[in-house]
Structure formats: C-alpha cells, structure tokens
C-alpha cells in the first residue's frame, strides 16, 4: 500500500505560480511506484489528467496546461512536484495525485486527498 499526501496549493492571483508537491509513504519495502499523474477536478466538473511522468522521466500534459505546468518527480524521495505557472481563473480545481505502485507482483493504484488551488484576483 501507499499512502499519498499532497501539498502546496493555496489562494494565488492570476499570473502567479504554485508548486505542488505530493509525497508517496510506500508500506512495503520491496514496491516501487512506476508512474505518477496529477489530476485536477473543479466544482461540477469531472476529474481530468493534467499531467503524467513515468519511471523513465517521460512526460504528458494536457493541451491546456502544456506550456505552463512542469511535472516532475525525485525517486530517492518517493516525491513528484507539479510547477503551476502563468496560473488562469479557470486553472481554479481541486489537484489530486495519482500514482501506479508495483508490489512485485500486482499493479495497484492510488489517489492522494487532494490540495485546493484557488485563482482569483
């Protein structure tokens, strides 16, 4: 099992920046996490995949978010950082982390509690 904790979103004016953060507890020593997504869902509207990067370093974004976010992941720390810049109204959603966790033997999935990241003047 993993547990996921996410960070770092907040209230921030239109232009500005965030960086979330989201840090993987993985119970069994012998798993690794082979892949990370950030996900996003605002009020009324259905989660949707922002951002992925996987084990190898390959990253995919979103067409809406691809030339302002930055996904990112340190593996000795069991940690992947979402870089939010030029931040518009309608970037406004709870963010989510999502990652792919082998146990060796069985691909299991898991979702962090979220973080609100708010634009807004």
């Known amino acids: 099992q993993v547990q996921l904790v996410e960070s770092g979103g907040g209230l921030v004016q239109p232009g500005g920046s965030l960086r979330l953060s989201c840090a993987a507890s993985?119970?069994?020593?012998?798993?690794?996490?082979?892949?990370w997504c950030w996900y996003r869902q605002a009020p009324e509207k259905q989660r949707e995949k922002v951002a992925s990067i996987s084990r190898s370093g390959t990253t995919n974004y979103q067409d809406s978010v691809k030339d302002r976010f930055t996904i990112s992941r340190d593996t000795a720390k069991n940690t992947v950082y979402l870089q939010l810049n030029s931040l518009k109204p309608e970037d406004t959603a709870v963010y989510y982390c999502?990652?792919?966790?082998?146990?060796?033997?069985?691909?299991?999935?898991?979702w962090g509690q979220g973080t609100q990241v708010t634009v807004s003047p």
């Open positions: 999502y990652a792919d966790l082998w146990t060796g033997a069985t691909l299991t999935r898991s």
């Open positions: 993985v119970s069994n020593r012998g798993a690794a996490i082979m892949g």
